[in-house]
């Protein structure tokens, strides 16, 4: 009997020997490393039509997949390294795209606070309510205030525009805020366990009040300086004009605060030294103090640019890395609901910052969209909607 001559192959800088005719898949399954699949099925021929199990050989440069490439001695494979991450992302992403329909709603692109509208329908169908305000708050923290001063962007968005009228998409979530807060024990998200880092929000208006709602989720302790006697900063010229009503709105601020946000009013934070004191205490310091004087900004020590408070529209973070700023602060204007969506896209970004991550800020989810419908094709598409 003659011995097998036994292959070397190095996987993520670990070497195996195996048999000549093995794929490189279970060579690295063989190592204890996991490559992903999905259109391998094992005792198959090999199809190699996702593309989803590329690795790239370091000997010659080229991506191949692993199912279907067998072992060379000496071959050297790279698995886990960001290059072949990217080529598995686009392998999937071309595979996404190519179905009959929108990967996200228009309704998701047309709302800022990118809120996954379809489940809060379906779940409003199906009568469940807590389910329904837990969806709605991941993405928005202050609904029930929302409901009534959003201009509904996400329903001029609605695919339903082009056969009747738009879902209303803005009554129906203000409906479940309210009955939220008329339950006598309204929904309060779970916050992770104590990180040990501090922040300060310049501003309880709809920006600062998001971000803190979404900091504290995520562990951080969150300290709100408002120079108001009340928190809810521009959202009070809606309850003058009776568009708000104010025990809403206060309704609101209380939940923000159930979550574990320290108030400071009527503190303000009015000039360098007083910021200053503030980057000295915390870890990361928030700018949501709204539309701001140039010059005022300046004279506080802030970066600006010709709209207020200078920052990378990615992550909202200034040239000073602890230094974030959000809102009308960096706008001058902006809908209320833009405002609350920066205050959780700010979130992700200082959550990222305190973590050690690059920070990258929320980023673009993918998608692939159907275009326009036309006549004919409108009425089986709604089928069932």
């Known amino acids: ?39 391998h099925l094992e005792g198959c021929s090999p199809t190699t039509s996702c593309q989803i199990c590329l690795v790239k050989n370091a000997l010659t440069g080229q991506f191949v997949p692993s199912c279907a490439t067998k072992v060379t001695d000496g071959m050297i494979v790279e698995s886990e390294t960001e290059e072949v991450h990217e080529m598995r992302r686009t392998a999937l992403e071309l595979l996404l ?5 929108d990967c996200l709603a228009p309704c998701f692109f047309a ?6 509208i379809p489940l809060m329908l379906q779940q409003i169908g199906d009568r469940h309510l807590q389910d329904a305000v837990a969806t709605i708050k991941r993405d928005i923290a202050m609904p029930a205030t929302l409901g009534r001063v959003c201009p509904k962007p996400c329903e001029k968005g609605c695919r339903r525009n082009a056969s009747d009228e738009p879902v209303t998409v803005c009554e129906l979530k203000r409906h479940v805020a309210d009955v939220d807060l008329a339950s006598g024990d309204p929904y309060v998200p779970t916050c992770l366990p104590d990180t040990g880092k501090r922040i300060a929000i310049v501003g309880a208006g709809p920006t600062g009040l998001a971000a803190a709602f979404y900091l504290r989720q995520q562990g951080h302790a969150c300290d709100l300086f408002e120079r108001q006697p009340e928190a809810g900063g521009r959202l009070h010229d809606e309850c003058a004009s009776g568009t708000l009503p104010i025990d809403v709105l206060r309704g609101e601020v209380r939940q923000v605060e159930k979550v574990g946000v320290n108030f400071h009013l009527a503190t ?24 701001s004087d140039v010059a005022q900004l300046q004279s506080w020590g802030l970066p600006v640019d010709k709209r207020g408070v200078a920052i ?32 959780k896209e700010a ?39």
């Open 347 to 385: 979130a992700i970004a200082i959550g990222q910052y305190l973590v050690g991550e690059v920070v990258r800020g929320p980023g673009k989810p993918f998608s692939s969209r159907i275009g326009k419908l036309t006549a004919e094709e409108m009425p089986p598409y709604l089928a069932g909607a």
């Open 97 to 101: 795209s190519d179905h009959l329909g």
């Open 312 to 343: 990378n529209k990615e992550t909202y973070q200034t040239d000073n890395p602890r230094l974030f700023a959000a809102g009308n602060a960096i706008r001058g204007k902006g809908l209320v609901v833009r405002s609350i969506a920066d205050g």
């Open 1 to 39: 009997m003659v011995a097998t001559t036994m292959v070397k192959i190095t996987i993520d800088g670990r070497i195996a020997e195996v048999a000549p005719a093995t794929t490189v898949l279970h060579a690295a399954e063989g190592l204890g490393i996991s490559i992903p699949t999905l259109c």
């Open 268 to 291: 303000p934070i009015a000039d360098r030294h007083a910021w200053d004191r503030l980057l000295d205490e915390f870890d990361v310091v928030v700018a949501c103090c709204g539309a």
């Open 111 to 116: 709302c800022p606070a990118h809120m996954d």
